[in-house]
């Protein structure tokens, strides 16, 4: 078992550069995500630390041993397909044991490691199926099986449940949450479905444009968003966002107005800033943070657009006066009707505030959000 | 009224009936094609394949005669089936083993991949007999390129068309000329084996070796085993270039199966005895490739067969 260390990679295909310089400390045994939309390059990071894709720069170490020259075969690594890769013409027990037994591995203890692999998956009576005969879930367990076999320091995965149905999915999640923990071994997981990276994940990697945008524990990720990206990725619906002027109080606290808000809101920060530039900065609030209140407590007044009903919670889209778009999550069974008239307010502990880079100011936290995520944070360092 | 629903009751059929024959209509020139020039002819062949037919002359019924005169009196047929079997042996592993090999190469992700299998595939194109000419001036003993590079190796060239040791090896080589369409063949094949299993390969320390055996090799065999087949079914076709770069000689090394049927045929105009023997060779190749049909249920594997008892074991 070993952590990763990834120094100033860079990968570019031709002129598009795919990678631009990432820096990454995974530790021992530890689960994390790369997390993403399409095209921000966390498969490509993922097939660079296999070995599949040769890097353009940096280095790639694994446990003590730089393995950023290395073929793929000599990293101690193994890899789960998105689409399985199982080998078709093979039944399930030979399609575990094909690389060992061309390695020379003695037979007993390649009948040894297939038996506790296919134990571990339940997959011992599909042992002499091909892959053909098995069903979605079945051919995802065969393909972690082969890397299980082959018992590496490293377990990549490459979106391995993106081909289940949802409900498959989400007990496939379950599953490979209690393999990480039996096995103990570090693993990297790319998704990008951010319910997946949250649930797994010790820590996750939010990547954008092949850059890191923020590398945290999932809560941090949610309540302290570095930028504007990670602010917008994570979380369902969105951040609300919109622009507001910024005027420093004092070091630890700053004003916000807009003419969306009535009045003004202090927002409250966790460590001091020295200055705040004279530009219209980003104001953000999560949509589960706005409630619907009576007029004379509100900041804001709009008329509702549209409701979403789920069972669970209504989400609420207004246009405020002002024509700015926001949304609101309120509880499922709230009489609020498409056309009303809504008076909206927010907490300003639950307001994110971003410069006009895109750059968060760091938020005062309250003590229980602060406690939960130290406490995620004490749980993905004592795997190391 | 009800004139006029009888009335519409024929219409409508009548439309129905255009509307079920349109279909045939399109492929009619096919069919056409196939009934006059393929099927037409084949029943022809066998109904002459029982007559004395001379080409001018009466035509009389001989029964099975003529098929005993080629088994029991007709040395040549034993001496001309033997000689092709002998270019089946070399040239049928040959094109598919040389033209796999061909489309592992071309399929490699290097710089002017396109050129080289444009290059590999010309010769395919080549008419028969252009590709004859090239060969007689390459085999020429005297002032053949081929000599004349063994030569500058130190070698004394054999005498490639004249001496019967090499003559058919000289043909072999000729013919394999063509591996362009069973290359292109398997290199589409080659091309549709997912790369990820031989990523998940590579990740498992799998050689290149087996991973040429154990996975391009099954995945590739519902291609490898048609080039076989029609490897097959060209061997024993061969006539052009043995036709016109030997004659079938020297001393009859070259004298194929199709040349005996050839002169049989056009040269002492015995319609009825050639076409006893293209009923034979048609028979050989039937039972040839319905042989490597037979055993390919060991060595195919289809992605979408499943065999019974692997269905019963489901």
Redesign the interface.
Known sequence: MAGVDIKQLYKSFGKTEVLTGIDLGIRDGEFVSFLGPSGCGKTTLLRSI?G?EEVSGGSVRLGARIITQL????RD???V?Q?Y?L???MNVYKNLS???S??GVPKAEIEERVQTASRILQISDLL???P??LSGGQRQRVAIG?AIV?DPKLFLLDEPLSNLDAGLRVSMRVELASLHRRLGVTMIYVTHDQVEAMTLSSRVVVLNKGAVAQFGTPLELFYAPQNLFVAGFIGSPKMNMMKVNANAINEMSIALTSESISGSISFQLSTPVQQVPDQPHIFGIRPENVGLVEEANSHMSGNVELVERLGTESQVHVRLDSGQGLTAVTRGTHPVNMGDRVHLNFPAEHCHLFSPEGEAYPRKLDGETRSLIERQETAALCIA | MSTLVVQDEASEERHRFIEKLTPYLFISPWILGFLFFTLGPLIFSFIMSFYDWPVVGERTFVGLQNYEVMLTEDPLFWDSLWITVKFGLFFVPFNVILGLLLAVLLNQKVFGTGVFRTIFYLPSVISGVALVTIWAWIYSHEYGILNFLLGLAGIEGPNWLGDPNWSLLAIVIASLWGLGGTMLILLTGLQSIPKELYEAAKMSDVPAWARLIYITIPMLSPMLLFTVITSIISAFQQLTIALLLTGGGPLESTYFFAMYIYDNAFKYFEMGFAAANSWVMFLIILVLSMLVLKSSSAWVYYEGEMKNSEAADA
Request: aromatic fraction near 12%; avoid cysteine.
């Open positions: 296999a599949l073929p793929p075969a000599k690594i193994a890899m397909f689409n890769a080998y078709p013409h094909f690389g060992l061309l390695n002499k199926r091909r053909r005969q082969r082959r």
